[in-house]
């Protein structure tokens, strides 16, 4: 296959390079990734300033772009752009911190294969479930096998798929689950300080674990030790309640 | 009603100023917007950067904070730090252009009132589907007019509501419809050039309109001459897929 492998943690990033290694094995692989990390940049893309591109090559196995902008910049240069064919499969990670919850809206990672998706293209976002002495291995595998099985799947376009690996070690992994993104609230905290010259500035506090999560999905299956695989599209319309307001007029 | 008032424009731009002009004739009005332009951040959050607030007041009747944040920043900050009470509905806008179909998922607009809707608040993300010469007078009536309906609409926490006004004169309106998504990719250019030192640098092109738009839609809709409106919830799980594909098992 030909795949374009992407992230959010920037190009130099070690879960890119530990995805990349694996790929290479089977596959032709190109990388268009950001320059720098783009953590929690959401879908934002690049209006107002010029977007850079540098050739990057390595080793003699590693091609591809550094990108001055977001994930999205990335999958959309990449394909418009800067690859000479399209590739069949668009793979977004190995991300540092899982992308369960509610934080789908704020990762690039999973931004990235939203991305591809928008553009007609099969994609994957990948993420392993932690900060700390992260073994991508596991997370590697289930990517290269999630690559050639995926024509079996009958994806639609415009559907990509979220996956997220608990991190342990392959054997105490309880297997790969089908489930929804949970869409309970999660804590924010914010910190208040002063600067040394007076002024008032915050610092966004950590992620903290809700109180209570309703039903299966994502976050609790994680939690329990599965690979979790959610198939996700950019529609936002919530359909129950639009069939209920249809007839409720709203005069200007 | 104690209003939250936001944007992706910054705090200075002409849309907001209109919205926040017709909102004080009726209700307690606070603004917390971003100190500049935040167009196409999507759902960016500031992560790795501390975030800096200046209060603001104007005219003595315009109440708030630049926040060197995003819009999701300003709403997160906003309801747990800034203001002394909860507000009971959170407004952003008035957009420079429409924010219909896949661009939702680019908008900082939309994006502050997704985050609202994760906070469990009422919010209404509107947007004038213009660039040049905006009149936001039908777009602030609107909005006001939504704002003292709202508890009628018996929206569920989690849901808050997408709204588009075309870019005519009042009794050119054909009315307000309530209206999904649009789905259908727009093409997407970059133009290439070379900077005085000889690098490559791209543009993000301008928006281009798709060849064909399924069904009827937000896009739909807004060229005709209506009021669009989209009950629009941060989940992205595509729940039929997810249906289909629960036993289709991917072995590690």
């Given at each position: 296959m030909n795949i374009l492998l992407t992230n959010?943690?920037?190009?130099?990033?070690p879960g890119l390079l530990a995805l990349h290694e694996r790929l290479i094995q089977d596959h032709q692989v190109q990388v268009v990734a950001p320059e720098m990390e783009q953590s929690a940049v959401g879908h934002a893309i690049t209006l107002v300033d010029p977007i850079r591109i540098k050739p990057i090559s390595r080793n003699g196995r590693f091609f591809g772009y550094a990108v001055s902008g977001t994930p999205a910049d990335c999958v959309k240069l990449a394909v418009?752009?800067?690859?000479a064919v399209k590739p069949d499969l668009i793979l977004s990670g190995i991300n540092l911190g899982a992308n369960v919850g509610l934080n789908l809206l704020y990762s690039g990672t999973v931004s990235a294969a939203t991305e591809a998706a928008i553009l007609g293209l099969p994609a994957l976002a990948v993420s392993l479930n932690?900060?700390?002495?992260?073994?991508?291995t596991p997370a590697a595998e289930f990517a290269a096998r999630a690559a050639v099985l995926w024509p079996e799947l009958g994806l639609p376009p415009g559907v990509s798929l979220n996956v997220n690996i608990p991190a342990l070690p392959r054997e105490k992994i309880k297997g790969a689950v089908w489930t929804r993104q949970c869409l309970t609230p999660f804590p924010e905290t914010f910190t208040r300080r002063i600067d040394p010259r007076g002024n008032v500035y915050y610092w966004r506090g950590e992620d903290k674990k809700p109180e209570h999560v309703n039903g299966l999905s994502d976050y609790t299956h994680l939690a329990q030790g599965y690979i979790t695989i959610t198939p996700i599209k950019p529609d936002l319309t919530d359909h129950l309640e639009l069939s209920r307001l249809k007839n409720h007029n709203i005069t200007l």
């Open positions: 959010d943690d920037g190009i130099l990033a418009t752009e800067l690859l932690t900060f700390f002495n992260p073994d991508f």
